[in-house]
C-alpha cells in the first residue's frame, strides 16, 4: 500500500495514531462513566435489612423517600427535609456565586489594566490557592471564624464580642464557599478581560458616557464569555460541595452532598443515597448545557475545561 | 488554568484603572485570600495546647508531626498513591492528547466528554459511584482502588499543560521530519516527545498536586488500611488535635506552592521558546 504519497497535508504537528487515545477512554469508560451508571442502578434497587451495600431487587422506594416520609404507624406524609437540604444547596452556591463575581469582576479587571509584568505575578497570586487543598483552606477559615480566632478576639476586646457567633451557621458555609471558589471565578473573567479592547471603553468615555454607563454597557458584555465560564465554574461545583458545609456549617446546614456521604456511610441506606446522587449529577448536567448550549447561540465563546 | 498572553501593545487606561473600588476590594480580596493561610502556618509555631492562645515561639508541633507514626503511614499512602497515579495519569493523558488529534470529529466531541467529567461532575457522585462499582465487581478497597480511582480524575489536570504546548507546536520540524522519511515512530520519539516535555512534567506535577491533596474520594475508597494524609488530617480536626493539624497544614501548603512554582516556570519555558 506504500506507494510514493502525494505531499498530503501534514495535519496537526504531532498528531498520533488515534488507537494512542485508546488505552485512555477505556479506562475512563471503566473508571468514570460504569460508576455513574452502576448509581443510577443502585438508586432503583432496595436497601438491605442488615448491613451496607444493596438488596438486588427493584425498587423505586429511594425516589420515593426524597418527598415522602414513611411514619411508624404506616401513614405516609410529605416530606420537606430533603427539598430543604436540595433548597439549601442552591441557595448556599447561589449567594456564593453572587458574592465570588460582585469581588472577582474588579480583581479580575484591576489585574487586567495592571501592567504585563505585575499581572503574571498577580495571577500566579490568585492560582495558587487554588492548587492547595480544599482540606486545609477549609480548615483555615474554621479557624478564622472561630470564637476564640482573631475576628472574636477583636470584638471581644471592642466590648462587643460576647454575641459573636458566625462559625456552625449558614453564613460561616457561605463564606468557605466564597473563599474557596473565588479563584474559579477570577480567572475565566481575567482571562476575558485580558483579550478586552479597552480602546472601546475610551470611546464610550470620548462621546461623553459616565464611568458606570462605560462598565455596564461597554466593559461587562465585553466580559460577558469570562463572566459566564466563571458563574458555571463557581456554581456547578459549589452544588456539589461537601467539606465547607460539614466543617463550616457544623452539620447543621447540610448541603446534598453531605446527605449523601451520611447514606454511603452512618445511615447505610445506598439506594437512597444513590438516588440524591443521580439528582446531584442531573443538575450538574443540565447546568453545563444550559451553560455551553445557551451561550453558543449568543455567539461567544465559553470554555468550561 | 495558564494566563493567556496577548501579543497586541496597549496604551494604559488611567480613567478605567482609576475605579477606586477595584483597586480597593483587589487588594482586599488578595489580602483576604492569603490572611487564613498565613494564620495557619503563624499558630503552627505556637507552643499552647490551644492552637489560638499564642503562648510562645515554639517548633514542637513540627517535632509532633515527624515523629508520629500514624502521620507518617499516612503519608507514606498518600506519597505512594501519589506517585503511581501521577504516572498512569500522565501517560493516558499524553496518549489522548496525541492520538485525538486524528479522530474524528464525533469521537472527539465524545472523549472530550469523558476526559472532562471528572472536572465538572462534583467529586462526590464520582466518590460514591466508584465505591459502589468497586464493590459490586470485587475490586477491595485500599492502595489498588485509591490508585485506579485518582489516576481517573487526574487525567484532566495532566492532559491540560500537554494539550497547550501541543497547539503552540510548530510544523516546521515534522515538515522536514516527513520529508527526510522519517516513519510516525521516529517522529514520536525524537521530535513530538522532546517539544511536549516540559508540558508533560507540567502536567506530571499538576496530577501529583491534585491527587496528594485529594480528600473527597479517597475518603470513601481508601477502606482503613490506606488512610490518606488527607483523610488523616480531617479526623485530626474532627477530633480536635488542632496544633499539630497547623504544622502539617504548613508542610503541605509549602508543598503545593513548590509544585506550582514549578509549573509555573516549566510555562515560562514555553514563552521564551
Known amino acids: 500500500m506504500s506507494k510514493v504519497r502525494a505531499p498530503k497535508s501534514p495535519g496537526r504537528p504531532g498528531q498520533a495514531s488515534s488507537w494512542l487515545a485508546t488505552p485512555t477512554l477505556v479506562f475512563l469508560i471503566l473508571v468514570i462513566l460504569l460508576p455513574l451508571l452502576i448509581t443510577v442502578v443502585y438508586s432503583f434497587l432496595s436497601q438491605p435489612s442488615l448491613g451496607t451495600g444493596v438488596k438486588w431487587v427493584f425498587s423505586t422506594d429511594a425516589y420515593r423517600q426524597i418527598f415522602v416520609q414513611e411514619k411508624l404507624d404506616g401513614t405516609t406524609a410529605f416530606d420537606t427535609r430533603y427539598l430543604k437540604v436540595l433548597w439549601n444547596s442552591f441557595y448556599y452556591a447561589g449567594i456564593a456565586t453572587i458574592t465570588t463575581l460582585l469581588l472577582g469582576i474588579p480583581v479580575a479587571m484591576w489585574i487586567a489594566t495592571r501592567p504585563v509584568r505585575f499581572r503574571a505575578l498577580l495571577v500566579l497570586a490568585v492560582t495558587l490557592p487554588f492548587w492547595t487543598s480544599v482540606l486545609i483552606r477549609t480548615y483555615a477559615v474554621r479557624q478564622i471564624l472561630d470564637e476564640t480566632g482573631p475576628i472574636g478576639g477583636f470584638l471581644k476586646i471592642i466590648g462587643v464580642g460576647n454575641s459573636y457567633q458566625i462559625l456552625y451557621t449558614p453564613w460561616a458555609t457561605i463564606i468557605g464557599l466564597t473563599y474557596t471558589f473565588i479563584p474559579f471565578m477570577i480567572l475565566p473573567v481575567y482571562a476575558s478581560a485580558e483579550r478586552f479592547d479597552f480602546r472601546y471603553a475610551e470611546a464610550g468615555y470620548d462621546l461623553g458616557a459616565k464611568r458606570w454607563t462605560v462598565l455596564r454597557r461597554i466593559v461587562i458584555p465585553g466580559i460577558r464569555p469570562g463572566i459566564i465560564a466563571g458563574i458555571a465554574l463557581v456554581f456547578i461545583p459549589g452544588l456539589g460541595s461537601f467539606l465547607q458545609p460539614d466543617m463550616l456549617g457544623g452539620g447543621k446546614t447540610n448541603m446534598i452532598a453531605n446527605v449523601i456521604a451520611n447514606n454511603f456511610g452512618q445511615a447505610r441506606n445506598w439506594p437512597f443515597g444513590s438516588a440524591l446522587s443521580v439528582f446531584l449529577l442531573i443538575f450538574t448536567v443540565l447546568f453545563v448545557l444550559m451553560v455551553t448550549t445557551g451561550v453558543r447561540s449568543r455567539g461567544d465563546q465559553v470554555r468550561l475545561i | ?273
Open chain 2, 1 to 273: 488554568m495558564s494566563p493567556v498572553t496577548t501579543s497586541r501593545p496597549r496604551r494604559r487606561l488611567v480613567n478605567l484603572s482609576n475605579f477606586p473600588l477595584f483597586r480597593g476590594t483587589s487588594i482586599a480580596v488578595l489580602v483576604g485570600m492569603y490572611l487564613p493561610l498565613l494564620l495557619v502556618v503563624f499558630y503552627s509555631f505556637n507552643q499552647n495546647r490551644l492552637a489560638q492562645i499564642w503562648t510562645g515561639f515554639s517548633f514542637k508541633w513540627y517535632d509532633f508531626v515527624f515523629h508520629n507514626d500514624d502521620i507518617l503511614r499516612a503519608l507514606k499512602n498518600s506519597l505512594i498513591v501519589a506517585v503511581v497515579a501521577t504516572i498512569l495519569s500522565t501517560l493516558l493523558a499524553l496518549g489522548a492528547a496525541l492520538g485525538m488529534l486524528r479522530m474524528a470529529r464525533s469521537g472527539r466531541v465524545f472523549a472530550w466528554g469523558l476526559l472532562g467529567a471528572p472536572l465538572l461532575i462534583p467529586e462526590i457522585v464520582l466518590a460514591v459511584g466508584t465505591l459502589g462499582f468497586f464493590l459490586t465487581i470485587k475490586v477491595p478497597l485500599g492502595h489498588v482502588a485509591l490508585i485506579l480511582a485518582h489516576t481517573a480524575f487526574c487525567i484532566p489536570f495532566a492532559l491540560l499543560p500537554i494539550r497547550a504546548r501541543l497547539a503552540g507546536l510548530d510544523a516546521a520540524p515534522f515538515e522536514a521530519a516527513t520529508d527526510l522519511g522519517a516513519n510516525e515512530w521516529q517522529i514520536l520519539r525524537r521530535i513530538t516527545l522532546p517539544l511536549l516535555a516540559p508540558g508533560i512534567l507540567a502536567g506530571a506535577l499538576l496530577a501529583f498536586a491534585i491527587s496528594l491533596d485529594d480528600f473527597i474520594t479517597s475518603f470513601f475508597i481508601a477502606g482503613p488500611g490506606a488512610t490518606t494524609l488527607p483523610v488523616y488530617i480531617f479526623g485530626m480536626i474532627r477530633s480536635n488535635v488542632t496544633p499539630a493539624v497547623n504544622a502539617l497544614s504548613t508542610l503541605l501548603l509549602i508543598f503545593s506552592a513548590t509544585l506550582l512554582l514549578a509549573v509555573y516556570l516549566l510555562n515560562r519555558i514555553r514563552r521564551s521558546d
